[in-house]
């Protein structure tokens, strides 16, 4: 199906469960472009249509515009634009732009001529696109995703598919546009048929909705490319490409929370292909001191199973700072390799890092609860927080005891601890909290023995 067809399906779909079209919300005005100045006074139509008119014409020089008008707030919370003097030529600016959604069919629209183009550079922007807070906005992400060599959308159609939003698992409130792009998308990358049907009832959805999973995880098994399906790019493929993912990188580093939290979700999903500029950004990290980078990027390590995650891990949980030597800690328990396993084990040795690779352990499972077992200290606190691990890693089978005894400490803090860990493997607290009285905490507590394994 061409490119044109599905955004006017999209389109669709959208007018029919409205009362009509909108005037266009204006764009926050942080991109000079004659495209973007074009676009100006225009009706929605006339806008999407011009939008999709760069595909036709093959028109060049429209990459930063059309990076532009796929952004929305619920995506990512910042612009890239240019900057020749900032690092990688790149800077941040806030995205201001908030209120009713009126745009999204632009968005799909542009996200639809940057996979007509194969723009590479569109890669980290698409990522965060899956965020979009119009799920036909994110089903087109995904397929431009998939067209660019990265299938890290696929899950999104599935669960749109289904009605459901990934990330919360609730079903939506309205899916049926949802679902019916999600299957015109599905059919257009497998040519294969599920059998949906907008107009049918809930259960017949959910029933073509399965059999999309299956096909899908039939193709990913079998190790066949999907229809249109690109190659990902590789460091040095494409120097635009790098500089944009060299800069995401960077952003981890920022102080400004919410810009690196997006950064480290745009890397962790582009998985291993985003290992290279990691390891360079570690590096820069080390050289500058910055140890917010160093810390943010090991938390993206610990997202990315691959042998060079654990490598690069190893090395930072041995870092001097404590901030990041305790995430490198937890992102080799999220890895839970056997390496990953033996250097928390050996970060035992190390005070500084002692109780967050205790902690760590605690999340590796059966493996580390071996490791926990045969661990003693003379450290007071250190044996508080091992006994909290090993309930953990056994999940509630050994240390219960004195796990459930530190709920009824007489510090708060040890209350607080015990409470977290205790909540993470039972999935409840016993309607336990821990400022209440004594006697409140005692009955809490005899509740959550209840539910010991």
């Not at 991109?31 to 939008?51: F, H, M, N, Y």
């Not at 119009?134 to 299938?151: D, I, M, S, T």
């Not at 582009?270 to 290992?275: K, M, P, R």
């Not at 209350?415 to 209440?436: I, P």
Request: aromatic fraction near 4%; glycine fraction near 8%; proline fraction near 4%.
């Amino acid at each position: 199906m061409r490119v044109e067809q599905l955004c006017f399906v999209c389109l669709l779909l959208l007018l029919a469960c409205s009362d009509g079209v909108a005037p266009p919300a204006p764009a926050p005005a942080v991109v000079t472009d004659a495209l973007v100045a074009e676009l100006e006074g225009r009706s929605p139509d006339e806008r999407i249509q011009r939008i999709l008119q760069v595909a036709e014409q093959r028109e060049a020089g429209h990459t930063t515009a059309l990076l532009h008008l796929m952004k929305d707030r619920s995506q990512v919370a910042f612009h890239v634009v240019a900057d020749a003097a900032a690092p990688f030529g790149l800077k941040a600016i806030e995205l201001t732009a908030t209120g009713a959604d009126l745009r999204s069919m632009e968005r799909v629209a542009a996200i639809a001529v940057l996979q007509r183009l194969q723009v590479r550079e569109a890669l980290p922007d698409l990522l965060l696109a899956l965020d979009d807070r119009h799920p036909v906005v994110v089903n087109h992400a995904a397929a431009a995703l998939l067209a660019l060599g990265c299938r890290a959308g696929l899950p999104y159609l599935l669960a749109h598919a289904e009605g459901r939003n990934l990330t919360t698992g609730e079903f939506m409130a309205s899916p049926a546009f949802a679902g019916e792009s999600a299957d015109v998308l599905l059919r257009a990358c497998t040519a294969e048929d599920a059998g949906y049907n907008a107009d049918a009832g809930f259960t017949h959805k959910q029933e073509a909705a399965a059999r999309w999973r299956v096909l899908v995880e039939q193709r990913v098994a079998s190790g066949r490319p999907f229809v249109g399906e690109g190659r990902l790019v590789q460091q040095g493929d494409d120097a635009a490409t790098d500089r944009r993912i060299n800069f995401f990188v960077d952003v981890v580093g920022q102080m400004q929370f919410l810009y690196h939290e997006q950064a480290r979700r745009m890397l962790t999903r582009l998985g291993v292909a985003a290992l290279p500029s990691v390891r360079d950004g570690i590096e820069r990290g080390r050289k500058s001191g910055n140890a917010t980078l160093l810390a943010g990027l090991a938390q993206v390590l610990g997202g990315i199973a691959h042998a060079n995650s654990e490598v690069l891990l190893v090395a930072l949980v041995r870092e001097k700072h404590p901030t990041v030597a305790s995430r490198a800690a937890s992102a080799l328990a999220q890895l839970g390799t056997p390496g990953a396993v033996a250097a928390l084990k050996d970060a035992l040795e190390t005070p500084a890092v002692r109780l967050a690779a205790l902690e760590a352990l605690g999340q590796a499972g059966v493996a580390g609860a071996a490791v926990l077992r045969t661990w003693n200290s003379d450290d007071a606190e250190a044996l508080k927080v091992r006994t909290l691990a090993l309930f953990e890693a056994s999940a509630g089978h050994e240390a219960a005891a004195p796990a459930l005894a530190m709920l009824l400490s007489d510090s708060l803090a040890d209350r607080n601890r015990a409470l977290a860990v205790v909540q993470r493997t039972l999935k409840t607290d016993g309607g336990y909290q821990s400022t209440a009285d004594a006697a409140a905490r005692t009955a809490a507590v005899e509740l959550l023995k209840s539910r010991l394994p």
